[in-house]
């Protein structure tokens, strides 16, 4: 199963020390417009869920074709963890959607003003953990974009390859000047293996039975990337 992830940093105001206990003690009760309450994630760990009313109109057609329209209430969610690591506090958002400053707004309502976020990217960094404590990984595809082939040509382009490959050997990109879009790697560890795909964007692909591991190994380094 593929999950997306991204990682925000966040830092609280002075005097908030337990972002978890404001989130329990704000459910989504019948008038509410968001709330919260806990989920069960796609690796097991119990996770925060952020659920939200939304109203979409619903089209329906008669026996003639004339269009009547009708309003119907329903609750979004997007699930997310609260992360501590080395005295940083960050939110590690699954499967994120197109409502991601929702959630943050909701947040920064809750707690006031002094509250502020940043998504981690991974253009200039990647975690460094995840790869040493592994025993098997390889680069396996390769997306790079503003390849500057002359003055005014410009390219995209894509390589995969099952064996893994070394950009630092790759003739084609050799005297270019170029961007990483995004780098996918296979990783073995005791015989089990995962896929993990960073994005200049800051989302993170991962799938395979080695996707818990490869979630906690990536998180060891986040104090790094920023």
Same mark, same amino acid.
């Given at each position: 199963m593929l999950n997306r992830y991204r990682w925000y940093r966040i830092q609280l105001p002075r005097g908030v020390t337990d972002l978890a206990e404001i989130i329990t003690d704000c459910p989504l009760g019948p008038g509410d417009t968001y709330g919260f309450s806990r989920a069960e994630g796609s690796t097991g760990t119990q996770l925060h869920r952020f659920?939200?009313? #939304?109203? !979409? /109109? !619903? #089209?329906q057609f008669d026996d003639a074709g004339v269009p009547s329209y009708q309003e119907v209430a329903s609750v979004n969610f997007t699930d997310f963890a609260i992360i501590e690591i080395d005295g940083e506090t960050f939110l590690r958002i699954e499967n994120p959607g197109r409502n991601i400053r929702d959630l943050l707004n909701a947040l920064e309502s809750m707690v006031g003003l002094g509250f502020t976020s940043r998504l981690l990217t991974f253009e200039k960094a990647k975690p460094t953990t995840v790869f040493e404590s @592994? %025993? @098997?990984f390889k680069l396996i595809g390769l997306k790079v974009v503003g390849v500057v082939v002359e003055e005014d040509l410009v390219a995209r382009m894509e390589f995969a390859s099952k064996q893994g490959m070394v950009v630092e050997k790759m003739s084609l990109l050799q005297g270019?000047?170029?961007k990483v879009d995004s780098a996918n790697y296979e990783l073995v560890y005791e015989g089990i293996r995962g896929q993990l795909a960073f994005s200049s =964007?800051? #989302? @993170?692909? /991962? =799938?395979? %039975?080695?996707?818990p591991r490869l979630v906690h190994l990536i998180e060891q380094d986040l104090a790094k990337l920023f």
């Open positions: 659920l939200w009313r #939304t109203k !979409v /109109i !619903v #089209t @592994v %025993q @098997v270019l000047r170029h =964007s800051g #989302t @993170v692909k /991962i =799938s395979g %039975q080695l996707a």
